[in-house]
């Protein structure tokens, strides 16, 4: 496209959406005093009737953000702030000329729905990058957030404070009580905060707030104003201690045999959290035999490729505060973006040994039992972040039993220490920080068969940020180091392994060393962005991960010996016209290397895609994106590189307004590389029903069709020659349909008692047909038919089996393979009832069931497989698990 013509079409564009609105005097930066009260003086209803509130200046001149940015609110908005030596109160004056319009819907907490909110957002350490925010809507239901370098949020960080709310006839009120001991500051002394509070107001989808900044500039915690006047706050005593029990019975005719006659299991636990201030803004964190039954199942998969799945963190001990220990090695959103040095659940991961056994019957832990874990956090007056966590798993075993000899038992999980240290110091308030990580992860490997396992392996790094010409610039970088070591087994294991792949025979800077106990490597990014701008936003960088990088002990990393270089442009309509809200249109171009460089180049692409709101809040985004042909060094999984084909796809997705009783969602993508004949298709819709201000339903399907003309498959690797006894590879076409669904309901009685329900069925199923042997001589050759021998119909099934091939005519077989078709179909389902019965105590009752079949066929047909999967025999597991906090 001609410059000229894109200037034409931005022009038309910007016509349509309208010219830009008048802003108000916007009186910047913005300041409030805090009242000192005696704590007699308030009782939290909701109401602001105390005498306190009588007695205080409220605050108002709010401004809008959206929809009418710059723009004086619609609706009134008033607050003030009051303290004593234990907590700080803020109540605020909602008024509304529609009283009857206030959207009041009543979740679980920590839920966000399209309902009316009120937040407070506390900036503590006066750091403008660490933020505590507090909501509370109509109905009382609470939410708490930690927003962390400056832009983030840490969505699952929980304190415990109290907020009621009442409904008049001019509005709605809300007023919280705040402990001390739930923020962190300094000792001491008259001190000035941070503050931000802004209110939603759902029927408009309008957010109004105390201190604006304009969507011009990027940032959140930065740009909040200031509360003064806190004086001598006295150092708060801050000690939670939270035992537990569990009980559990799991049930399933699977469990019998000739050895375990039952058909269910019985356990029971104990456990205890114990929290510690150590002073305002140290916090140190102890747990002893955790307990996570009532953390929801990870959605159903089948991963056929030669990666590992990544998958979020739900445990509630690691997520709180995690954002400290947060050390990325990506960014964007991308396979990569989600590597990084730390990845918590490594501590209790699965077994990764399993007993080889004939005639045994084998009774295995799901996962490593934490006998106990510590963390310190907090930030230091001086801008010092400070995280230290160390972690100790059991040694697991397995047990063996035999139906004419004892039983034995076999370690499959060493006794494990790990052990996180991060520091980050902030300058030039907040707007240059520097930090560094520490990991170690130490096991005692005493039994012979887990010596393939790493003994100890450490992992360091630093990252540093930095803003700079007006807030308009930001430059980052983050750089960590690897060291693994272990026997000579360990290390060849980790060298040919899919990551690392050290074996490729065309790599010219790739060579095994068999003797080796030891393995290093680099990983990093690096990029310039520009972060303010009416209309136009850029960055450009690169992340780059060495051959021998492997943080996968304590963290995580998928492919290495990679580089990919990118540049983004972005340009951006945020005001409102007369049929469009707001537009984006952004490019983005990339290039792929090996840590050969230029000798093996694995990537070259861009895209072009946007999104766009309408002024009824539907929305509607997509794009197109075209790779050129390049290098595939993963193909083969440790053979040589192989040539991918040039490849198209494009996606598109629509969504309704969220807000309303009945909403819903659909996108689809789809994509081909024709030179090869692969072509790919999916599709997805999701569907949200609140039929009352206390129950919600949503469903969600997504289905995915795959024709993969050059795929491999499960753990193999080349194939022998029975005949010859050389090594080949050997690849198939792939047809592969695969089906997942979730249904959720929330049904929420009281903002403290809640059901919660959570079904997902999965399909899929695949065919392997046409093999074909790669030659490897020709792997790299242009045309796709060139790189490979498909076995003829005379080559196969010449003795009646069908994975069998004679490829020069003797007679005498040469490959048999084993059958590769698949149909695999789970069912996974959690109903939580919880009960807060008091702040920070707390009762679940959970029920678990778990269906899974897999069958060596590859036909799919999603009627009669979701029949046979309800067929299956189930597991079902009843916990119930309660907590009662002390706040000594």
């Given at each position: 496209?001609?410059?000229?013509?894109?200037?034409?079409?931005?022009?038309?564009i910007?016509?349509?959406?309208?010219?830009?609105l008048?802003?108000?005097?916007?009186?910047?930066?913005?300041?409030?005093?805090?009242?000192?009260?005696?704590?007699?003086?308030?009782?939290?209803?909701?109401?602001?009737?105390?005498?306190?509130?009588?007695?205080v200046?409220?605050?108002?001149?709010?401004?809008?953000?959206?929809?009418?940015?710059?723009?004086?609110?619609?609706?009134?908005?008033?607050?003030?702030?009051?303290?004593d030596?234990?907590?700080i109160?803020?109540?605020?004056?909602?008024y509304?000329s529609?009283?009857?319009?206030?959207?009041?819907?009543?979740?679980?907490?920590?839920?966000?729905?399209?309902?009316?909110?009120?937040?407070?957002s506390?900036?503590s350490?006066?750091?403008?990058?660490?933020?505590?925010?507090?909501?509370?809507?109509?109905?009382?239901?609470?939410?708490?957030?930690?927003?962390?370098?400056?832009?983030?949020?840490?969505?699952?960080?929980?304190?415990?404070?109290?907020?009621?709310?009442?409904?008049?006839?001019?509005g709605?009120?809300?007023?919280?009580?705040?402990?001390?001991r739930?923020?962190?500051?300094?000792?001491?002394?008259?001190?000035?905060?941070?503050?931000?509070?802004?209110?939603?107001?759902s029927?408009?989808?309008?957010?109004?707030?105390?201190?604006?900044?304009?969507?011009?500039?990027?940032?959140w915690?930065?740009?909040?104003?200031?509360?003064?006047?806190?004086?001598?706050?006295?150092?708060?005593?801050?000690?939670?201690?939270?035992?537990?029990?569990?009980?559990?019975?799991?049930?399933?005719?699977?469990?019998?045999?000739?050895?375990?006659?039952?058909?269910?299991?019985l356990?029971?636990?104990?456990?205890?959290?114990?929290?510690?201030?150590?002073?305002?803004?140290?916090?140190?964190?102890?747990?002893?035999?955790?307990?996570?039954?009532?953390?929801?199942?990870?959605?159903?998969?089948?991963?056929?490729?030669?990666?590992?799945?990544?998958?979020?963190?739900?445990?509630?001990?690691?997520?709180?505060?995690?954002?400290?220990y947060?050390?990325?090695?990506?960014?964007?959103?991308?396979?990569?973006?989600?590597n990084?040095?730390?990845?918590?659940?490594?501590?209790?991961?699965?077994?990764?040994?399993?007993?080889?056994?004939e005639?045994?019957?084998?009774?295995?832990?799901?996962?490593?039992?934490?006998?106990?874990?510590?963390?310190?956090?907090?930030?230091?007056?001086?801008?010092?972040?400070?995280?230290l966590?160390?972690?100790?798993?059991?040694?697991?075993?397995?047990?063996?039993?035999?139906?004419?000899?004892?039983?034995?038992?076999?370690?499959?999980?060493?006794?494990?220490?790990?052990?996180?240290?991060?520091?980050?110091?902030?300058?030039?308030?907040?707007k240059?920080?520097?930090?560094?990580?520490?990991?170690?992860?130490?096991?005692?490997?005493?039994?012979?068969?887990?010596?393939?396992?790493?003994?100890?392996?450490?992992?360091?790094?630093?990252?540093?940020?930095?803003?700079?010409?007006?807030?308009?610039?930001?430059?980052?970088?983050?750089?960590?180091?690897?060291?693994?070591?272990?026997?000579?087994?360990?290390?060849?294991?980790?060298?040919?392994?899919?990551?690392?792949?050290?074996?490729?025979?065309?790599?010219?800077?790739?060579q095994?060393?068999?003797?080796?106990?030891?393995?290093?490597?680099?990983?990093?990014?690096?990029?310039?962005?520009?972060?303010?701008?009416e209309?136009?936003r850029?960055?450009?960088?690169?992340?780059?991960?060495?051959?021998?990088?492997?943080?996968?002990?304590?963290?995580?990393?998928?492919?290495?010996?990679?580089?990919?270089?990118?540049?983004?442009l972005?340009?951006r309509?945020?005001?409102?016209?007369?049929?469009?809200?707001?537009?984006?249109?952004?490019?983005?171009?990339?290039?792929?290397?090996?840590?050969?460089?230029?000798?093996?180049?694995?990537?070259?692409?861009?895209?072009?895609?946007?999104?766009?709101?309408?002024?009824?809040?539907?929305s509607?985004?997509?794009?197109?994106?075209?790779?050129?042909?390049?290098?595939?060094?993963?193909?083969?999984?440790?053979?040589?590189?192989?040539?991918?084909?040039?490849?198209?796809?494009?996606?598109?997705?629509?969504?309704?307004?969220?807000r309303?009783?009945?909403?819903?969602?659909?996108?689809?993508?789809?994509?081909?590389?024709?030179?090869?004949?692969?072509?790919?298709?999916?599709?997805?819709?999701?569907?949200?029903?609140?039929?009352?201000?206390y129950?919600?339903?949503?469903?969600?399907?997504?289905?995915?069709?795959?024709?993969?003309?050059?795929?491999?498959?499960?753990?193999?690797?080349?194939?022998?020659?029975?005949?010859?006894?050389?090594?080949?590879?050997?690849?198939?076409?792939?047809?592969?349909?695969?089906?997942?669904?979730?249904?959720?309901?929330?049904?929420?009685?009281?903002?403290?008692?809640?059901?919660?329900?959570?079904?997902?069925?999965?399909?899929?199923?695949?065919?392997?047909?046409?093999?074909?042997?790669?030659?490897?001589?020709?792997?790299?050759?242009?045309?796709?038919?060139?790189?490979?021998?498909?076995?003829?119909?005379?080559?196969q099934?010449?003795?009646?089996?069908?994975?069998?091939?004679?490829?020069?005519?003797?007679?005498?077989?040469?490959?048999?393979?084993?059958?590769?078709d698949?149909?695999?179909?789970?069912?996974?389902?959690?109903?939580?009832?919880?009960?807060?019965?008091q702040?920070?105590?707390?009762?679940?009752?959970v029920?678990?069931?778990?269906?899974?079949?897999?069958?060596?066929?590859?036909d799919?047909?999603?009627?009669?497989?979701?029949?046979?999967?309800?067929?299956?025999?189930?597991?079902?597991?009843?916990?119930?698990?309660?907590?009662?906090?002390?706040?000594?």
């Open positions: 496209m001609r410059l000229s013509e894109t200037i034409f079409i931005l022009s038309f910007t016509i349509l959406t309208g010219a830009k008048d802003r108000v005097d916007l009186e910047m930066p913005r300041s409030i005093d805090a009242l000192r009260i005696s704590t007699e003086n308030i009782r939290i209803d909701g109401n602001l009737n105390d005498q306190a509130w009588d007695e200046d409220f605050a108002a001149n709010f401004v809008q953000r959206d929809p009418l940015e710059g723009e004086a609110p619609t609706e009134r908005t008033e607050f003030a702030v009051l303290y030596d234990e907590y109160y803020v109540g605020i004056k909602a509304d529609q009283p009857e319009g206030i959207r009041s819907i009543l979740s679980r907490r920590d839920e966000e729905t399209p309902s009316d909110w009120v937040h407070v506390f900036d350490y006066n750091d403008h990058r660490t933020a505590f925010e507090f909501w509370l809507n109509p109905q009382g239901v609470k939410r708490d957030i930690r927003r962390y370098d400056d832009e983030n949020m840490d969505v699952n960080w929980d304190a415990i404070w109290e907020g009621r709310t009442t409904i008049q006839h001019d709605w009120t809300a007023e919280f009580r705040i402990p001390f739930e923020l962190r500051f300094s000792n001491g002394g008259n001190q000035s905060w941070g503050l931000q509070v802004y209110r939603h107001i029927r408009k989808n309008e957010d109004d707030y105390w201190t604006y900044w304009s969507k011009e500039e990027s940032g915690v930065r740009h909040y104003g200031q509360l003064t006047n806190l004086d001598n706050i006295p150092r708060q005593r801050r000690i939670y201690f939270s035992p537990y029990t569990t009980g559990q019975y799991a049930a399933s005719s699977s469990y019998i045999t000739p050895v375990h006659p039952a058909s269910y299991d356990s029971r636990n104990l456990g205890a959290d114990l929290k510690v201030g150590l002073t305002n803004n140290l916090t140190l964190d102890l747990t002893l035999n955790p307990d996570f039954g009532q953390v929801e199942a990870d959605p159903a998969e089948l991963n056929i490729s030669a990666f590992e799945s990544f998958f979020p963190e739900k445990r509630p001990f690691f997520v709180e505060g995690g954002n400290i947060h050390f990325s090695l990506g960014f964007g959103q991308n396979p990569m973006s989600n990084s040095l730390f990845y918590t659940r490594r501590i209790g991961r699965s077994p990764q040994h399993y007993p080889d056994t005639d045994g019957y084998v009774d295995i832990p799901m996962a490593t039992s934490i006998l106990g874990a510590g963390k310190l956090s907090g930030k230091t007056s001086s801008g010092l972040s400070i995280g966590l160390n972690a100790v798993t059991a040694e697991e075993r397995a047990t063996i039993r035999y139906e004419d000899q004892p039983s034995m038992r076999e370690t499959v999980e060493p006794f494990t220490n790990y052990f996180v240290s991060r520091v980050q110091k902030d300058f030039r308030d907040g240059t920080n520097i930090g560094g990580i520490v990991t170690a992860t130490n096991r005692q490997l005493e039994a012979e068969h887990l010596k393939h396992l790493h003994k100890d392996a450490y992992s360091t790094g630093i990252d540093i940020s930095h803003i700079f010409a007006d807030d308009t610039y930001q430059f980052s970088t983050t750089i960590g180091v690897s060291s693994v070591y272990g026997s000579r087994e360990a290390i060849l294991n980790t060298q040919q392994s899919a990551n690392h792949r050290f074996q490729r025979p065309d790599a010219p800077h790739l095994v060393d068999s003797s080796a106990t030891s393995l290093y490597g680099f990983a990093g990014n690096v990029m310039l962005s520009k972060i303010k701008g209309h136009f850029s960055a450009l960088g690169s992340w780059f991960y060495s051959p021998g990088f492997n943080a996968n002990d304590v963290g995580f990393n998928r492919n290495v010996d990679n580089s990919m270089q990118f540049i983004w972005q340009y309509e945020d005001d409102p016209g007369k049929v469009i809200r707001n537009w984006t249109v952004n490019f983005n171009g990339w290039t792929g290397f090996t840590f050969a460089w230029l000798e093996e180049m694995t990537n070259i692409g861009g895209n072009i895609n946007g999104g766009l709101t309408f002024m009824n809040y539907w509607i985004n997509g794009g197109v994106n075209a790779n050129r042909r390049g290098l595939n060094t993963v193909a083969l999984w440790g053979g040589p590189a192989m040539t991918q084909d040039p490849s198209y796809n494009m996606w598109l997705a629509v969504r309704s307004d969220h309303k009783a009945l909403s819903a969602g659909t996108n689809g993508n789809m994509g081909t590389a024709p030179e090869s004949g692969v072509r790919w298709r999916n599709a997805g819709a999701q569907l949200t029903w609140r039929p009352t201000n129950f919600a339903l949503t469903a969600s399907a997504r289905w995915n069709e795959m024709h993969d003309t050059w795929a491999n498959w499960g753990d193999y690797g080349p194939v022998t020659d029975e005949q010859t006894e050389i090594e080949h590879y050997i690849m198939a076409t792939m047809d592969r349909n695969t089906l997942s669904t979730t249904l959720r309901f929330d049904l929420t009685l009281t903002p403290t008692l809640s059901i919660q329900y959570y079904g997902s069925p999965f399909v899929t199923a695949a065919t392997f047909t046409e093999d074909k042997l790669v030659l490897e001589d020709h792997a790299q050759a242009e045309r796709f038919n060139d790189r490979f021998h498909t076995f003829t119909a005379e080559e099934d010449y003795d009646g089996n069908p994975n069998t091939y004679d490829t020069d005519g003797d007679g005498v077989t040469n490959f048999e393979l084993e059958n590769r698949f149909n695999y179909k789970q069912f996974n389902s959690n109903l939580v009832v919880r009960w807060e019965y702040t920070g105590s707390a009762v679940y009752f029920w678990s069931q778990n269906m899974s079949e897999s069958l060596e066929i590859g799919f047909d999603l009627t009669n497989d979701l029949r046979q999967l309800f067929k299956v025999d189930a597991e079902n597991v009843f916990l119930i698990k309660a907590s009662y906090l002390l706040n000594i």
